[in-house]
C-alpha cells in the first residue's frame, strides 16, 4: 500500500525577511536551506509537530497564526511528501534549547535572497513564500484533530 510521508513547514516572516535553516541533507550529505520543517509523528497533532519542529530546528517557539497551503510533492528519491505550511510568529532564541544535529545555523533571508539561493532543499521552500507573500491564509479551524 502507497503511504505519503506527512510534513510540516513554519514560515516566519520578520522585517521583510523569513527565517530559514541550513542543514546538512541526510540523503545527499549536501547543506540546503528549508523552513524549519519535518515529519508529522505518530499520535501528535499537526499543530503540535510544527511547533516542536520550529523549536529544535531553531530553538525559538512558534506560534502557528494561519494555514499557508497543502503541498504535494513527488520527490527525487521516490517519495511522495504532503506538506502541511503555516505562518505565524516567532520568539527570540530561547538559550534552554540547543540546535538539532543536523541543523548548522538559522538564517534571515530577504524573498529575493530565498530566490537566487541555489541550495534549497526543495522547490517547496519557495512555494511557500511565494504563496504567503500573495496573501495565502487559511484559518487553523480548518484542521480538525479527532
Not at 511547533?51 to 511522495?80: D, M, S
Not at 502541511?84 to 548548522?104: A, K, M, N, R
Request: net charge negative; charged share 25%; proline share 6%.
Amino acid at each position: 500500500m502507497w503511504t505519503p510521508d506527512i510534513t510540516v513547514a513554519a514560515v516566519c516572516p520578520y522585517d521583510g525577511k523569513f527565517l530559514l535553516v541550513e542543514e546538512r541533507s541526510k540523503s545527499t550529505n549536501e547543506i540546503v536551506f528549508n523552513q524549519p520543517a519535518g515529519h508529522l509523528e505518530k499520535g501528535e497533532s499537526i499543530l503540535d509537530a510544527v511547533i516542536r519542529e520550529t523549536l529544535e530546528e531553531t530553538c525559538c517557539h512558534f506560534t502557528p497564526e494561519a494555514l499557508v497551503g497543502l503541498y504535494r510533492l513527488e520527490a527525487a528519491n521516490g517519495k511522495t511528501y504532503i506538506r502541511v505550511t503555516f505562518c505565524g510568529s516567532i520568539s527570540e532564541q530561547d538559550p534552554v534549547y540547543s540546535l538539532d544535529p543536523d541543523i548548522i545555523r538559522t538564517h534571515w533571508f530577504s524573498p529575493d535572497e530565498v530566490r537566487q539561493n541555489q541550495a534549497l532543499r526543495s522547490p517547496l521552500v519557495l512555494s511557500c513564500i511565494d504563496d504567503y507573500l500573495s496573501g495565502q491564509r487559511y484559518p487553523l479551524e480548518l484542521l480538525r484533530e479527532l
